[in-house]
């Protein structure tokens, strides 16, 4: 995806509340998630009605076993092909949610005179997926996998003029267009397998990436010479990584536009309507309640410094989580033109003093997006630096397909889209070192609140007699000191009571993270991040930046057991719950399987230099897991040469 135009890509993901129910071969998923609405507005009547297409596809997604020992892969096979319908559901939606960035931001992937815009998928809620047969074995490129054949199915409902505007081979009843995609076979640990081969950063923050949220970066057409790669440049491209790591598939998702039907309409009808004369931002409870804790080492020179995000430079932990707000109103949230790309342009929401010039990030900041807190905790002031509408939510005709805000230089939220950011974006987190979880784990509250300042109108724009907006001034001031106008508005019924969120979480104690929880996409083998348990010798020393030899054995009725060596924090005096590769939060120093008894494992690696004057190295820490989800953990005897 290649656009010295194009706005950041933070988020291509959502995560609804979803309820499976297995019939036969068939997965239907229905929606449990209800909205409180005021005012809702009832859909186009059949005299003025809306516009459906379908979209199939045929595929293949797998589980890759060539990580698991040759001496285990038997036995592992055999458990993945028992494995329930709804296991291989799940594995099928991991696959298909890598389409939604280049279906979000599909403009940029094709020239602009061919009329083309973004072209999403349907809501979660009206996925269809059916399988041919029972899951099998097989080889694909050398690869040793058990697969699974699929089909897909669902339906977009927008309004009547949609279909074409997003694609113009739409814009008649049966007109049809084929969207080619190139996909892992196996849609889990693509990071850990394939680097930043798939990744790409463009216009992207640095250290936005988060190795378990890699479909909000995916992009097959990623060469090794690509200048969207920031953080590293890989030794090959995103078709040869796959070819060479994992297997893929060649597939297309096909579109084609149906006859308008009601009873369709209403069965496939997603999205309720708060605010009839107006946007409604609402906080997206779903996608708030996805979190993690990691731990990840600052340096003094970092931007969550500048921006006081972090307590101070070190080892901290974070709680980091998705938060997204999605259009709920009748219209367009529209905030207007920002001179993202630096051009020397000013606009009128920079001289209003609304955004400003981050010289940390290099782009303009929107201070007044939002505010995190986790119990008594500081709160975290959420920088926005691109609001757009990052995918469709909602399925119904108010809500269009294409996308006017898929970039940061015009910003705004479509009707029934989101904008969502994800985890892996930098200080999108609270820092909770500070949280005394020595002895026994912490429950807070996690609370969210969206658009505090009244910046974003939620509502009808009050302006002059020339149409332009009209401003008032502020409490708040501009990092030079300027006073910040904000425009009015007069706010819908109820759309600022719907913009906090807040649920209990636990942290848990010192030493574990996202890495020792139980695992929640099917993972197994030795690169996964999930599953660890920290050893109870918590901290191993070693001469700082020398080589350390790991002799390691297990019980002789023991299974298979990973190991994963992890840096030792002496100032929080706790093990680093560490990450397979990372690539930005505490990355592991080796990682190996010991098999059995009967053969040790040797692990060589560098110990851990000093960081800064309080951490001196010299020192690391162990995590085991079992090699696969059906094994007990068992324990392993450490020698140390």
């Not at 602009?112 to 996925?127: C, I, Q, R």
């Not at 500048?306 to 989580?321: A, D, I, Y």
């Not at 015009?410 to 020595?438: A, H, K, M, P």
């Not at 939060?585 to 851990?608: E, H, I, M, Q, R």
């Amino acid at each position: 995806m290649n656009s010295s135009d194009r706005g950041i890509i933070r988020s291509k993901v959502w995560l609804i509340a979803i309820m499976v129910a297995v019939i036969g071969g068939s997965i239907g998923i229905a929606s449990w998630y209800a909205l409180s609405t005021t005012n809702v507005t009832n859909p186009p009547n059949e005299r003025n009605p809306g516009a459906l297409v379908s979209v199939q596809m045929k595929s293949q997604v797998g589980v890759l076993l060539d990580e698991i020992p040759q001496s285990e892969r038997d036995r592992a096979a055999v458990a993945l092909i028992s494995k329930p319908d709804d296991f291989w559901a799940e594995r099928a939606k991991d696959q298909i949610r890598l389409m939604i960035y280049r279906l979000v931001y599909r403009d940029y992937f094709y020239n602009e005179t061919e009329g083309k815009s973004a072209l999403p998928l349907p809501p979660e809620e009206v996925w269809n997926i059916q399988f041919e047969k029972k899951p099998f074995r097989g080889t694909v490129d050398s690869h040793d996998l058990v697969l699974q054949n699929f089909s897909f199915t669902s339906t977009l409902l927008t309004g009547i003029e949609s279909p074409a505007k997003a694609e113009p081979n739409l814009d008649a009843i049966g007109g049809k267009w084929a969207e080619p995609f190139i996909l892992p076979l196996d849609p889990v640990l693509v990071f850990q397998r394939t680097g930043f081969a798939c990744i790409d950063e463009d216009q992207f923050p640095p250290h936005s990436l988060d190795p378990e949220e890699v479909d909000n970066f995916y992009d097959q057409e990623m060469e090794k010479s690509s200048p969207e790669h920031y953080s590293e440049v890989p030794d090959m491209s995103c078709i040869e990584a796959l070819d060479s790591k994992i297997g893929k598939i060649e597939t297309n998702l096909v579109f084609e536009r149906l006859p308008w039907n009601s009873d369709l309409a209403d069965k496939v009808r997603v999205g309720q309507i708060t605010n009839p004369t107006g946007p409604d931002l609402v906080t997206e409870e779903s996608v708030f309640k996805g979190n993690q804790v990691v731990y990840r080492y600052i340096t003094p020179d970092s931007c969550a410094i500048t921006e006081g995000s972090v307590g101070e430079p070190g080892w901290r932990r974070l709680l980091q989580f998705n938060v997204g707000d999605r259009n709920y109103g009748a219209k367009t949230l529209e905030i207007g033109d920002i001179d993202y790309f630096i051009e020397g342009n000013g606009t009128e929401l920079s001289r209003q003093g609304i955004y400003e010039y981050s010289m940390c990030h290099h782009h303009y900041h929107f201070k007044h997006y939002g505010s995190f807190t986790f119990g008594d905790e500081p709160a975290n002031h959420k920088m926005g630096f691109c609001l757009q509408s990052t995918n469709r939510l909602s399925n119904n005709e108010f809500s269009p397909l294409q996308n006017r805000f898929s970039g940061c230089s015009i910003q705004g939220i479509e009707v029934g889209w989101i904008d969502e950011y994800e985890i892996g974006l930098e200080s999108q987190w609270v820092d909770v070192t500070g949280v005394d979880t020595s002895k026994s784990p912490v429950t807070a509250q996690l609370s969210f609140h969206s658009n505090p300042d009244n910046f974003l109108c939620e509502g009808i724009p009050v302006l002059d007699a020339q149409g332009n907006p009209v401003y008032e001034p502020t409490e708040f001031k501009t990092d030079d000191g300027q006073t910040v106008y904000r425009a009015k508005c007069d706010f819908g019924e109820g759309t600022r009571e719907n913009n906090v969120e807040s649920y209990n979480l636990t942290l848990p104690i010192d030493g574990n993270g996202y890495v020792t929880e139980e695992c929640k996409h099917g993972e197994i083998g030795p690169l996964r991040n999930c599953g660890f348990q920290k050893v109870d010798h918590a901290i191993y020393n070693c001469t700082p930046e020398g080589q350390v030899e790991l002799n390691l054995l297990i019980p002789r009725e023991a299974a298979p057991q990973i190991v994963r060596v992890c840096e030792y924090s002496l100032v929080l005096a706790t093990s680093i719950p560490c990450t397979y590769n990372g690539p930005y939060n505490g990355k592991s120093l080796a990682n190996g399987v010991v098999v059995s008894a009967d053969s040790s494992l040797a692990l060589t690696f560098a110990c851990p230099p000093a960081l800064d004057h309080n951490e001196h190295g010299g020192n690391f820490s162990l995590y085991f897991a079992p090699l696969l989800p059906e094994d007990s953990l068992a324990p392993v005897n450490v020698k140390i040469s």
